[in-house]
């Protein structure tokens, strides 16, 4: 039997370069739970895994709660990565009772952006 295992190589510097597009917040058609999405056209010259997360500061006062969305893995050949269906699980805190609300977009398995808080922010509002 033989096995097979590509390799790649780059060649020259690479970067992350991206943007979300068309978020949407709405309601799950079958539980009726809080559900994002959107897209993530992709201009960069390497792969990453995406995670996505929600800050919420809940409506008058509190601190501010971070619930995690997914992950999604975006290879360098994708020009668009759809998130879709990204389901907040019962027993977390409803979207609506948020009076601030952000989407986080973190790398946290990335060479370069290992520990570091977020890549890029979404006010939602």
């Not at 060649?11 to 799950?28: P, V």
């Not at 559900?35 to 006062?61: H, Q, V, W």
Request: charged fraction near 30%; proline fraction near 5%; hydrophobic fraction near 35%.
């Amino acid at each position: 039997a033989y096995i097979s295992i590509p390799v790649f190589f780059r060649h020259g510097e690479t970067m992350l370069d991206f943007d979300a597009e068309n978020i949407l917040l709405s309601k799950h058609d079958k539980n009726n739970w809080d559900k994002l999405e959107f897209t993530l056209p992709n201009k960069g010259t390497r792969s990453m895994y995406a995670s996505a997360i929600m800050e919420c500061t809940p409506t008058g006062g509190g601190a501010m709660e971070k619930i995690p969305m997914g992950q999604q893995r975006v290879y360098q050949e994708a020009k668009t990565v759809p998130f879709r269906g990204l389901a907040i699980k019962k027993g977390v805190r409803p979207l609506e009772e948020c009076e601030s609300l952000e989407l986080v977009i973190t790398a946290a398995k990335d060479f370069e952006y290992r520990g570091k808080d977020a890549i890029k922010r979404y006010k939602i509002r």
